[in-house]
């Protein structure tokens, strides 16, 4: 009897003292977890990890090598109103990821870059500097209290670079905003860019409504050159260009003059590099500049010197693309359908081979031709972005005037081959101009032979893009009006890819790694493939609603005309009546069908939608849950069998 009770003393005594381990096992590891933080927030400040999916919190690769090049010092002031964070919370967050990432910088260039961050006050010489350096002050509310968020630049020789205020809308962008600026300020010496454009891509002026003169400002992509390049517009006639223009820009070469011609011609084969944009169909020509009617606008190319390089593209016809059409509002209130004349590049249409489009997401291009290169020609092209297979070449016709996206969705016909919309040209080439100059008729003749090259001195290397509107704003960005300031929040990647091109040419650049990371859409590839069906199976229910229809008039119409004259009623035989009443039958069907493929199409996508909703806010704390329970549940059956095992001991 002695020897039970001492049993069961034990038996109680032994999960009392368990418990207690435990409790103490939790406080040491609450103390050990809160020493690590505390040491390594003081000690371990350059090492970090991050498990974060996109790397928020770590510099890329070519950051790193750009911080490790950087020669001089070079100074980061950060300002930024305190009280602009206790009014917009989402503001405190972003200046934490902003500081964060430049923090990173300072510890990637070896202490060559320096940081400072001030808190502007009202009435304060800090405000005046930020004021000075130029910020975008904001007004916080009615009050006169303005609040600043922007990040200033400079290195030793008094250069600056800023952004006037940081958007969480550009949080994507962050990294090559910044690297941005920190290679400009490496690098003050810009390359020469010279443009020849007849499209207002740096702005113009035109009539309003009203009849008054309005200015439109340069294109974001404009501002994103002159970011990058020195900038110049040159005319479009010119004998020769400018001996230090480094990288030549040709944009919808139309009604250029042979002189013209012949200066890009020497240019090329001299070596130097070019980036040409033509276009069977300008889109921005017809909707931006002063002739608004689009079936008088005729296309562009370089055909006397694509002739001579041995390059095609036929300003009569464009590329379609059922694959990748962008969705357009037809009118009326119906549905959106896909405009297989207008296309947004992702994926197997852009090569992940070349650095120009490795990083890119998206390519939004409208009404764009394709190139081939002709058969036993000297050159070779390297396609940069493609249409996907079964492509269409559309008559270019049916997108200019009045264009009908219905009528070519319900037409289209898959091709048997994949068309190049843009293409990186190289190889040896002889002149367009083997007699010389072209002759200029007012000017006095000239005694003697002009020097002129007749083949590449230097191997061809030209990027040619068979669409202009791919600089146009209205295609691949949105700009909203910060304050007074243009904030262009991209759709598309256009702008990320023409720099990248132009910056590819001149040797590339460490920012070429750092575009196309964010683009602000990213649609549901899944759901975008069920609506595509969806409005296929719609198209092709509709038609056949449509010749039923035909069909049931063309029947009423040949009974009215069996109807006697002056009868005053219509004589209609059981056998008409029958089929008129099962024409009828079958248009309710029809009719009945077509809202039942639309009610399906919304129950798979709210299906859908829903289950992504599960997976990415309930999914995952329910696994956590779970695995929890389970695991509480396998620690209690091991105590128990120890507890059984103990006692049977």
Do not use: C
């Not at 002189?259 to 070019?274: H, M, W």
């Not at 289209?412 to 040209?425: H, M, N, T």
């Not at 010389?436 to 083949?455: N, Q, S």
Request: no cysteine.
């Amino acid at each position: 009897m002695s020897d039970q009770n001492t049993q069961s003393v034990q038996d109680v005594a032994q999960p009392t003292h368990q418990g207690r381990l435990a409790t103490t096992a939790l406080a040491l590891i609450a103390v050990l977890f809160i020493a690590v933080n505390v040491l390594s927030s003081t000690m371990l400040t350059s090492n970090r990890l991050d498990l974060t999916q996109e790397k928020l919190y770590t510099l890329s690769d070519a950051t790193l090598r750009l911080a490790a090049k950087i020669d001089e010092p070079i100074t980061f002031r950060l300002f930024y109103s305190k009280s602009l964070g206790v009014a917009v919370p989402g503001y405190a967050i972003y200046q934490r990821r902003v500081r964060d990432l430049l923090t990173e910088y300072v510890n990637a260039s070896d202490g060559k870059v320096q940081l400072e961050i001030y808190d502007p006050q009202p009435f304060s010489d800090i405000e005046d500097r930020a004021v000075a350096y130029g910020l975008q002050a904001v007004p916080l509310d009615n009050s006169k209290a303005k609040v600043f968020f922007g990040l200033v630049g400079t290195n030793t020789t008094d250069d600056v670079e800023l952004i006037g205020f940081l958007q969480p809308e550009r949080e994507s962008f962050l990294e090559y905003d910044i690297s941005r600026m920190l290679l400009k300020l490496s690098n003050p010496r810009k390359t020469v860019l010279g443009v020849i454009s007849t499209l207002p891509i740096n702005g113009t002026v035109r009539m309003n409504a009203l009849g008054q003169q309005e200015q439109v400002p340069p294109m974001i992509i404009t501002d994103q050159m002159r970011e990058i390049f020195e900038t110049r517009f040159l005319p479009t006639e010119l004998a020769a260009l400018p001996a230090d223009v480094n990288l030549l820009m040709v944009v919808h070469p139309k009604g250029l003059s042979d002189k013209t011609l012949f200066a890009i011609d020497q240019y090329v084969l001299a070596g130097g590099k070019a980036m040409v944009l033509v276009d069977p169909f300008a889109e921005l020509e017809a909707f931006g500049g002063q002739q608004l009617q689009g079936p008088g606008i005729q296309g562009s190319d370089l055909k006397k010197l694509f002739s001579a390089w041995g390059l095609e593209m036929d300003i009569s016809k464009v590329a379609g693309d059922r694959l990748t059409a962008r969705e357009v509002s037809p009118g009326g209130g119906r549905r959106l359908i896909g405009y297989v004349a207008w296309l947004m590049m992702r994926g197997p249409n852009l090569d992940r081979g070349s650095p120009i489009t490795a990083g890119i997401d998206s390519v939004a291009v409208a009404s764009a031709g394709f190139l081939k290169v002709k058969e036993g020609a000297g050159i070779e092209m390297a396609p940069l972005l493609t249409t996907s297979p079964g492509s269409m070449i559309i008559d270019a016709k049916l997108v200019k005037g009045f264009r009908d996206p219905g009528r070519l969705l319900r037409d289209y016909k898959p091709g048997s081959e994949q068309l190049v919309v843009a293409g990186r040209i190289t190889g040896s080439v002889k002149t367009a101009f083997p007699d010389g100059p072209p002759k200029d008729k007012d000017a006095k003749a000239e005694t003697g032979e002009v020097a002129f090259l007749r083949e590449s001195a230097k191997p061809l290397d030209v990027i040619v893009v068979a669409d202009a509107d791919i600089l146009g704003d209205r295609f691949w960005v949105t700009v909203r009006d910060f304050f007074g300031r243009r904030m262009p929040v991209p759709l598309a990647n256009n702008g990320d890819f023409v720099m990248n091109a132009l910056e590819g040419l001149v040797g590339g650049s460490a920012l070429m790694e750092l575009r196309g990371r964010g683009s602000s859409t990213r649609p549901f590839e899944v759901l975008q493939a069920i609506d595509r069906e969806a409005a296929r199976k719609f198209q092709k229910k509709e038609r056949k609603l449509r010749k039923t229809l035909e069909n049931t008039e063309k029947k009423l119409q040949e009974l009215r005309q069996r109807n006697p004259a002056g009868s005053g009623a219509l004589l209609i035989s059981d056998a008409d009546r029958a089929a008129i009443e099962k024409y009828q039958r079958s248009i309710l069907a029809l009719r009945a069908e077509l809202r039942a493929v639309q009610r399906s199409v919304r129950e798979d996508k709210d299906r859908l939608e829903r289950e992504l909703w599960f997976y990415n806010i309930a999914g995952v704390p329910i696994l956590v849950a779970l695995f929890a329970l389970v695991l509480s549940a396998f620690r209690a059956r091991r105590r128990r069998n120890r507890a059984h095992e103990a006692a049977a001991g």
